[in-house]
């Protein structure tokens, strides 16, 4: 019974060229920054879609949005999909915002078929996932699995000193649901891949098993102004020059691990008083590494951290490794995984298990519940542009995945 | 007769530590940023000291502060002596301020010496010579030698985009002398070394017989944005990156002429959009390469333009010149220099012949006047930093170079 139900592939694509009109940037692109006016409005119209499919619409203290379906047994932990509606400055159409109407159009297939399920679902979009207006990124699905506190979630600043939670209450999604403390039965999301596997592979399902293992640094030069011109060479020490090269030895990194498909960024980089006519005295540099296989991330991270000293000597600064982080080690959870690879199976669509190589809210609610990933092409692996492109159909499958993998769950 | 005068040593150095309280910086340092408060209320000490001194006091309309002590033929074009009050961000107490205050001690010992000279003596404050606030340095100079529009002048916006004309209105030192359009005698600019040499040496006076050659690169990155996480690294054009080899390229073009006295400085760099989560695809980098001898530095500017190609490749970013300058290249009128020789010779000071490492109001006054300028030691050359420091009895055998030369000049 309801074995053989199909979202509807034209509804679901309408909801994201919709999408695709709100805070357009360059074009064919979003730039539609978190608790902006285009942030908002995109809210609004994801809020009435919830409520003409029926579902109650809670926004908790941080603005993340969950709509729900009740099931027969409301007492139960829901089933839970989400992902986000915010963008980067040059941002795609899909990043996040295919996993939200997924989701939707989800519960609008499940009513078109009249089914009940005996567990509710829900389906979430979670504030400021990209981190691209306020620091850190996944902030809310984060404080949603206790990981930061909501009060300083709420008082995060942008780069002009606005807060977090003022913007919030600004464009009216200051709710007062508390931010999580609740069981979940189990989160899935879809997502774009991200990468070029999938679209390489012609394969439109990908099975997520596990994370790229993820190493980030911030660190800080310290070093001296001076004058531009009459310094000799050897009593310079121009924070600049330190974290450049620190930047370039961090590439480097990257580039001797390519062929095993790892990766090292440098993102970020802001120096002061960076003005031309003095050597500036102060930086910092957010980078990470990244690889599949943890143990290789660990050499990695060595090789940046040996660059640290070397730099430092190279360019008189003082270099050091003022925070850390690691993700990518989250649980995917075995039972749900399995269920998304029983639908694609039950659906006749081919599917590869595959590793996410960037952070995803799914990876902080794997804290407090069973949690599972699909992804879906994108061309070229290109996003965090406004050339990301993806393609209804083959972006359809795993979204029926979804359907079938979520509606198993909830009737368990 | 008046060949045994003197300036007052303490008087003089009084008026520096006066300067030294107003816009503290970091301990020990000045922050006295053009246009700011702190520089009007050194302007109105300085106009109410020439004031005192009997001067009248003009200001023009990119507010230059004109101090004219009359000589016996006022048709005669004065013998100008001058510098600048304005500092870096985390500047010293003596760049630029020394020679002010040099020219208002000169002034004053002639008065105590009842000396009349033939040609009428000024002394000029020129605004906004660093730079630290509204680019480009040397600005007020350069429009009254005909290089800048006083107009343009007046539009350049700072960092909060406020402008130099509405900022100039505010502090009341928007002027209504013309800039320019007179002829000078002559120009002396006494200034800190801002480098080693003399203070290396024991010799308190330097004259300067020529400019380094500076040669200044506007270089522009245009990579493409993307995801800092899944992207593999052959398919990045991260403009960070690519701005980042070349900040390094850049210093080691200084290193390895570091041994000739050669410098070369990545001292200014602006990435876009600059944010953890996503590759960077807009950098600008300011740089500049200096050297004793033009052709050398002629060398350098080849390795940078060779390294600019180099860095291109390697980040896979599109890097251009976008904007070039030259200077160094002016004219130290040999008359002048040779008084101040002469000046040194009568006085019985050992004197240094010496290069300018640094751009000097005066570089620009010599499009239009003969000029010339004298050296004071400062420690260890240290300079663009609060630790900056010149002492009282090597500073004053240079005050009295000027004040001899200066005479001379103007009973020509």
Redesign the interface.
């Known amino acids: 019974m309801h074995d053989a139900i199909r979202i509807n592939d034209e509804r679901f694509w309408s909801t994201i060229e919709r999408s695709g009109e709100i805070g357009v940037g360059r074009p064919g692109g979003l730039a539609r920054l978190a608790l902006s006016d285009a942030d908002r409005e995109m809210r609004d119209l994801f809020v009435r879609w919830c409520r003409e499919a029926g579902c109650e619409v809670t926004i908790d203290r941080l603005g993340s949005i969950f709509a729900r379906r009740e099931g027969t047994d409301a007492s139960l932990p829901p089933v839970v999909m989400g992902s986000h509606l915010d963008t ?3 941002g795609g159409k899909y990043d996040g915002i295919v996993g939200v109407l997924a989701g939707l159009e989800v519960i609008r297939a499940l009513n078109d078929h009249d089914v009940c399920t005996r567990r509710p679902i829900e389906l979430v979009s979670w504030t400021n996932e ?3 207006r306020f ?1 850190p ?1 996944m902030v809310a699905s984060g404080a949603f699995a206790g990981v930061y506190e909501v009060d300083w979630v709420l008082g995060r600043l942008d780069d002009d000193d606005k807060r977090f939670g003022d913007e919030l209450a600004r464009i009216g999604y200051a709710g007062s649901a508390p931010v999580g403390g609740r069981p979940l039965d189990a989160y899935f999301e879809l997502h774009i ?4 596997i999938l679209d390489g592979e012609g394969i439109d399902v990908g099975v997520v098993v596990r994370g ?1 293992a ?1 190493r980030g640094f911030l660190v800080e030069v310290r070093g ?12 310079r020490r ?1 924070a ?2 330190g ?3 620190l ?2 030895a961090v ?1 480097d990194v ?2 001797r691990y ?1 062929p095993t ?11 002061k ?7 500036s ?1 102060w930086a910092q540099l ?1 980078c ?1 590494v ?1 690889h599949d296989d943890p143990a290789v991330a660990d050499r990695m991270t060595a090789e940046v951290l040996e660059a640290v000293s070397r730099c430092a000597e190279r360019s008189q600064c003082e270099i050091a490794v003022i925070d850390r982080w690691t993700f990518g080690n989250e649980r995917f959870d075995p039972e749900c995984v399995g269920r998304i690879r029983a639908a694609a199976q039950h659906l006749g669509v081919r599917a590869l298990d595959i590793a996410s ?3 995803h809210d799914a990876y902080h609610i794997s804290k407090i519940a069973p949690m599972a990933m699909i992804f879906t092409p994108c061309r ?7 050339r990301e492109q993806a393609e209804m159909g083959h972006t359809v499958p795993g979204v029926n995945v979804l359907l079938h993998a979520v509606r198993a769950r909830a009737m368990r």
């Open positions: 980067q400055v040059n990209e981190g691209a620091s990124p891949e991200q990468g070029p790229y993820v001296e102004t001076s004058h531009t011109g009459p310094t000799p060479m050897d009593k121009n600049l020059v974290a450049a090269m930047a370039v590439n990257g580039w390519h498909g790892g990766k090292a960024t440098a993102a970020w980089l802001l120096i008083p960076n003005q031309p006519g003095i050597l005295d957010i990470d990244r190589q960037a952070g070229d692996g290109i996003t965090h542009n406004h």
